[in-house]
């Protein structure tokens, strides 16, 4: 059975840091790897996809790796800013379905 | 913009009553997803459908919950006899292929 563990759980950094948050998956049969933002109370964002091909995929700020062999997914935010607080999950695919990490919480303050 | 859809965004409702959501797709996408989020817990899976045809159910999927998608179009999901328990996020997504889901805002239940 897929488990998926997000480590930290919660993180509290001042603006401009470089920050790395850590995703590993039990399962290494994995098809793609997504990384979602979730702000409080709201649905869920797409951040970035990889496909299970691929090693990383970048967007802005933005840059995830995959590693399949180790289990192990790293989304690295460069220069963090106040409005990038929100909770940050993990989810790979498993077959049909996501399967979800329970989150990080990050909260950037200026 | 087409994406995802969901109404009601937040519903409140006492417990003992059924309640009601739909989400509709994005207009070329076969596959709909249902999740259900509590708080401060990642997304678990409920049940997808491809098409018309309800392919996998959760066991989170109580019989108090049924799912359908008619026409394989938009999708329902009914709770019946709501519990204080059932409170949480309820997430509909839809995809093309299977590894790659477009999720919608959700709807809030909140069951008082």
């Known amino acids: ?110 | 913009d087409t994406g995802v859809s969901q109404n009601p965004r937040h519903k409140i409702t006492k417990r003992g009553q059924n309640v009601t959501f739909r989400c509709d797709p994005i207009s070329e996408h076969n596959r709909l997803y249902w999740y259900r989020q509590t708080l401060g817990q990642g997304p678990e899976f409920l049940t997808y459908f491809q098409n018309e045809a309800q392919l996998e159910k959760s066991r989170l999927l109580s019989d108090r919950f049924s799912a359908e998608r008619p026409k394989g179009s938009f999708s329902t999901l009914e709770i019946q006899r709501t519990e204080q328990g059932d409170s949480a996020m309820y997430l509909c997504a839809s995809s093309a292929n299977p590894y790659e889901q477009y999720f919608g805002p959700g709807t809030r239940l909140t069951v008082t």
């Open chain 1, 1 to 110: 059975k897929q488990e998926v563990t997000q480590i930290p759980a919660a993180l509290s950094v001042p603006e401009g840091e470089n920050l790395v948050l850590n995703c590993s998956f039990t399962d290494s049969a994995i098809y793609n790897l997504q990384w979602f933002r979730q702000d409080p109370g709201k649905g869920l964002t797409s951040l970035l996809l990889i496909q299970s091909s691929q090693r990383e995929q970048t967007s802005g700020r933005l840059n995830a790796s995959l590693d399949k062999s180790s289990g192990r997914s790293t989304l690295y935010i460069a220069a963090s800013q106040p409005g990038d607080s929100a909770t940050y999950l993990c989810a790979a695919y498993n077959t049909d379905k996501l399967i979800f990490g329970t989150g990080t919480r990050l909260q950037v303050f200026p």
